[in-house]
C-alpha cells in the first residue's frame, strides 16, 4: 500500500461516523485516543507541577514550622503558627477589610462592566474604539495603575484640583491620607482598572443573544428593561458567573495596588490579608507566620469561589 | 514501548528536566576574580557611584557590578538571596537588630563574614562599635555617621524673617510663625511609612536616653517599657505639633519625596529628616539654597537638647562570597579614610570615624559637633530586638495622627511588639 492510500484510509476511518464501527472497535478506538490525549497533556501538567504546585507544597510546608526566612535552621511547630492567627487582632482588621474590598470590587466592577457592555453593544459609529478605549486600563500593570492614581489622590492632586476647577472643594479629600475614606479610593482604583475587564466578558456573552428572539420580544411588546431580564440575562448567566468568580478571588487577593497607594494605610486601615502575609513574613522576619496565614487565604478563597461557583450553577450560570 | 509513547515520554522528561533548571534559580552564575558584586539601597547609589570609580581606579583590571533598589525590595529580595545562595559578594546591612536585614540578624542566620581580623574593626567609636558586632565579633562595616534632625531652608527662613527654634516653646512659637507667613513649619511625608518614626527618634534623645542612657538595657531586662517612659512625652509634643499646626493640612496624605520637594520649593521652611535629605533637597532647590541640619528642642532649656545620631550606611560580606577576598579588599577600601570620607561626602554624611581630613558641609557641622561632645543617641530601632517594634511603630503613629488611637494604646502595642520577638 502507498504511502498515500495508507493516509487516506487513515483520514477516512477518522472521519467515519462512530456508529458505523463495531461497538468493540469503538470502545478501542476511544480508549486509545482517550490514552494518547493524556500524552499531550503530559508536559503541560508538568509545567504546572514543577512551576506551581511542587513550590507551593514545598513552600505551604513551613507554615509548620518557625523558620524566619533566613536562618539555616527551623524546628516543626505544628499547628502553632495558625493558633497565633486567631488571636492577632490585626488578622481581624485584615480579614474585614479583605471581604469588603472583594464585595465591593465584585459588586460595582460587574455592574460597571456590564452598562459599559451594553452600551457600546449598540451601533453607534464609535463602538470599536470605545470597546478598545474602556478595555485599555486592564492591560496596564496593577503597581503602575497604583502609582498613577496615588499621583492623582494626593492632597493636591489632580482629582482635587478639578473637583475645585468646578467649584465642588466640599468634595475633595485626602484621598488616600484620610483613613475613613483610604480603602474606597483603592476599591475605586481597582473598578477603573478591571471593569473594562469584565465589559468584555459581558460583550462576548452579548454577542450570543439571538437577534431574532429580541425581535420577537419587542414585537410582544416587551420594554428595554423587561427584555434585558427576561431575554439578555438569562443569555448571559455564564458571563456572570465567570465574572463574579474573577472578581471575587481578585478582591480577595488584592495587593499590588493596595501596596503601592498605603501600603495597608494610614494605619492599619487598609491592610488586607496579602499586605499583612507580606509584612510578617518580609519585613517582621516571621516567615512561617506569613505563611500559614497565606495558606487560610487560599482555603477562604476556594471556599468562597466554589460556594459562589454552586449557587450560580444552580441558577443556571455554568451553562 | 509504542513509538508515540516513548516521543510523548521522552517530551515530558525534557519538560520535565529543564523546568527543573529554571526552579533552581540561576544560581551558577559566574564569579571570576577580578568581578564583584554588591547589592544596597537606592539612597546609597550616589555614594557608590563615587566610591565604586575610586576603588575601580585603584585596583586596574577589577569589575564591581551593584544594583540598587527601594528599601523594602532591598530587604525582601537580599533575605531571600543569602537564603537561597545567590546573594552579591557585599551586601548593605543596618547596623544593629531592629530590622529583618540588620547586622545581627544576617549575623546569626550566619550568612556575614567575621571581619573581626580587620584593622579598622576595633576603631569605630564606642557609640557604633556595638551595632556592627554580633556576639563580640565584628560582622559590618559602618562608613558613615547619620543624624536626625530639621532640615532648614536657611533661605526661606531668611526671606520669611524667622530663625530655627532652640526651645520647644519656641518651636511652637515658630510654628504659630511660619504659619502666619503662608508657611509649613515642618512638612511631614507621614504617608511613607518610615517617616512616621523620624519625630519620636529626634525628640527621644533629649526625652529619654539623654537622661537615663541605660534606656536599652533597661527595656531589654524588663525595667522599662515604652508606655511607662517619657516616650510618652515624645508622643505627647508629637501631637501637640500636629495641633499647633506645625504640619501641612494633610500630613497622611503626603510622602516623602513630596515632603522633600515643599522643603526644595521653599513652601516649607523644614522637614525632620535623616541627612541625606540635604543632599535629596539640594538637588531639588535653585542653586545658591542654604540648608542646614539642626536639632529638634524638646524641652525648655536649650542646652538639655540632643540629636539621634548613629552608624549610617553599613556594609557586610556575604559569608559565602564568590569573591571574599576581593570583599574584603573593597571593605579595606570602604574604611580607609579616603574611601569613608568620599562616600560621607557624597552621601552629605558625616565619616563613621572621625578624622581632620574630612572637609564636612557646612549643613552637617551641628551634627558634627554633637558627635564629638557625645551629644547624639543612636537610633532607637538599632537596639530593638526585633523588627516588628519599629514597624508598630510606623503604624500608631499614623494612626495618632488621623486620631483613630491614643498615646497609651499606642505605647502598649509598641510594648507588645518588643516582647514578641525579645
Known sequence: ?319 | MHKKSLLALSVAVAAAVSLSACAGGSSSSSGDAKTLTLAATTNEKPALDAVVAKFKEQNPGVDVKYTTSALDQYQTTTRTQLSSGTAPDVVFVWPGEGNPMATQVVAKAGYLEDLSNQSWANSFPSGIKPVTQYNGKTYSAAVTFSGIGAVYNMTAMNQAGLTPPTTWSGLLQFCSQAKAKGKTAFELGAQTNWVTQLIPYSLTPTLVYGPNPSFPEDMSNGKATFANSKWSDAMNKYLQMQNAGCFQANPLGTDYNASLAAVAKGNALSVIQVNSAVAAISQQATQGTQLNLLPVPATDNASDTRMAGAAGSTYGVNAHAKNKDLAIKFMNFLESPDGMNLYAQTNKALPAVPNDSFKVDPALATLQQDQKDGKTDAFMDQNWPNARVQQTLFQVVQDLLAGKTDISSALKQMDSAYTQGS
Open chain 1, 1 to 319: 500500500m502507498s504511502s498515500a492510500q495508507s493516509q487516506s484510509l487513515a483520514v477516512a476511518e477518522a472521519a467515519a461516523p462512530a456508529s458505523a464501527l463495531p461497538r468493540r472497535a469503538q470502545k478501542f478506538s476511544a480508549r486509545r485516543i482517550g490514552a494518547v490525549s493524556w500524552w499531550f497533556v503530559v508536559p503541560a501538567l508538568a509545567f504546572y507541577f514543577f512551576v506551581v504546585l511542587w513550590p507551593s507544597i514545598e513552600g505551604g510546608a513551613y507554615a509548620f514550622t518557625n523558620w524566619d526566612g533566613l536562618s539555616a535552621t527551623k524546628d516543626f511547630v505544628g499547628l502553632a503558627q495558625f493558633q497565633r492567627i486567631l488571636t492577632d487582632p490585626a488578622g481581624v482588621g485584615a480579614v474585614v477589610h479583605t471581604l469588603v474590598i472583594a464585595v465591593a470590587i465584585t459588586l460595582v466592577q460587574n455592574l460597571v462592566g456590564l452598562l459599559l457592555a451594553l452600551g457600546v453593544h449598540t451601533k453607534i459609529k464609535s463602538r470599536n474604539i470605545l470597546r478598545v478605549a474602556l478595555f485599555t486600563p486592564a492591560v496596564i500593570t496593577p503597581v503602575a495603575t497604583g502609582y498613577l492614581w496615588k499621583y492623582l489622590m494626593t492632597p493636591d492632586g489632580a482629582i482635587n484640583q478639578i473637583l475645585g476647577f468646578f467649584g465642588l472643594t466640599w468634595l475633595q479629600h485626602d484621598w488616600l491620607g484620610d483613613s475613613n475614606i483610604a480603602l474606597w479610593s483603592i476599591v475605586a482604583t481597582v473598578v477603573w482598572q478591571f471593569a473594562g475587564y469584565s465589559m468584555v466578558i459581558f460583550l462576548a456573552g452579548l454577542q450570543g443573544v439571538p437577534e431574532d428572539v429580541l425581535e420577537a420580544s419587542t414585537l410582544d411588546g416587551a420594554g428595554p428593561f423587561r427584555r434585558f431580564w427576561y431575554v439578555v440575562r438569562p443569555e448571559l448567566a455564564p458571563a456572570i458567573t465567570i465574572n463574579l468568580m474573577l472578581s471575587i478571588i481578585g478582591g480577595l487577593k488584592l495587593f499590588d495596588q493596595v501596596w503601592v497607594m498605603t501600603s495597608g494605610g494610614p494605619g492599619t486601615s487598609t491592610d488586607t490579608m496579602s499586605t499583612l502575609i507580606y509584612k510578617n513574613a518580609f519585613q517582621f522576619g516571621d516567615f512561617s507566620y506569613g505563611i500559614a496565614m497565606a495558606l487560610v487565604l487560599t482555603v477562604f478563597v476556594a471556599i468562597l469561589s466554589s460556594a459562589q461557583y454552586k449557587l450560580l450553577g444552580k441558577q443556571g450560570g455554568s451553562k
